[in-house]
């Protein structure tokens, strides 16, 4: 195992973690499980009133049970939350929460979820989990006051886990997101599966899964239309494997937008295989700041994609500026992006240059590797490629072709 490469030994670690909690969770009895059912704290399933209470109190309940697995459990109907934090760690060996057929519904006025940076928080647990259910933030109100220009707040977060380990999520649905819809941050050891996002393709900054400053993560079977990243990765992301993702509309799956800060951390071993990309803004995309920074972004892995009509398969856009050169006076980025391999890429653009690398003159891009990409356009114009300070190889079938500076 020594002289295996890193990306495969951390996947390999991924395996033997899932099997363990395969294996303990097997060996659960009922002699030490225990079930609080959020109806018998008072939980009102028709959503006419307010829940926030009961099932805090729930989540209280389980967390505390000593050496017990632990379930909260959510009946069908709708419940109406205020914004709620469920505080680890917990005494209980694993907590679960089960929404089964359940909706959790925001209140109607937007600014009650908008003041708070998220909807459902969960913070320092541990061998937790969040399996079924729907989470509706009725975001659109806060959207439309975006939109008009008005005073608003920035909105919340519909789920996000901080600080905290051995975690899963699983075949939730998460609609109409204030903000980001699930958030990781400082995290390890996360398994996300058979996750659906649903939100309009306008809707602002309405990432569907935000990753950050987290270790071991993995994104599986789901399905995200949303109006932002379907899936953003932040600075200190480390071992992430993403697989089996279908995104459209939003705005493809990113890391970044790095540099946002000097001194961040990098993002490296990332794995994404295996996507769909219909009608989105950008297929697989890298973005920094031009700014100084201490960041860098290594051993990223694009495997197995289809474009179906994506503005920008592929780009790396390292003169991200949102808010004009105020941002970012006479700057370049330094963050170091180095060793990404674009294997088996292929579809449809909509515009003709599907491969751009706009890479910084301060610090190259280097290592970039393709290989077997076949893009198209729509139109039946030539597809082209368009490089800046970025240097690499193409291997096998490459069209558009490859504009890398090839090092001898």
Known sequence: MANLPDHLLWTLLFVLLLSLSRTSSSRTSPSTSALFDVLDFGADPT?????????????????????????????????????????????????????????????????????????????????????????????????????????????????????????RIK???????????????????????????????????????????STNVLILHSDIATGDDCISIGPGTQNLRVQRIRCGPGHGISIGSLARSENEPGVQNIIVRNTTFQGTQNGLRIKSWARPSNGFVRGVHFIDARMINAQNPIIIDQNYCPYGSRTCPNQESSVKISDVLYRDIQGTSASPIAVRFDCSTKNPCTGIRMRNVYLTCLDDEVTRSACANANGEALGTVRPRSCLFENS
């Not at 659109?140 to 220009?149: I, Q, R, V």
């Not at 990781?184 to 599966?193: A, T």
Request: glycine content about 10%; hydrophobic content about 35%.
């Open 47 to 167: 959503g006419a009133a307010d829940s926030t209470q009961a099932f805090r109190d729930a989540w209280t309940s389980a967390c505390g049970r000593g050496d017990f697995f632990a379930t909260v459990a959510v009946r069908s109907g709708r419940y109406l939350l205020r914004p709620v934090r469920f505080r680890g760690p917990c005494k209980s060996r694993h907590v679960s929460v089960r929404l089964g057929g359940a909706t959790l519904v925001a209140p109607p006025d937007y600014r009650v979820l908008g003041g708070s940076s998220s909807w459902l928080n969960f913070d320092g647990v541990s061998n937790t989990s969040v399996h079924g259910g729907v989470l509706d933030a009725k975001g659109p109100s806060l959207w439309a006051c975006k939109d008009s220009g008005r005073d608003c707040p920035d909105g919340a977060t519909t789920l996000s886990f901080t600080n905290s380990n051995n975690i």
């Open 171 to 213: 075949d939730l649905t998460s609609m109409d997101s204030q903000m980001f819809h699930i958030s990781i941050n400082r995290c390890r050891n996360v398994r996300i599966q058979g996750v659906r996002v649903k939100a309009d393709g306008n809707s602002p900054n309405t990432d569907g899964i935000h990753v950050q400053l």
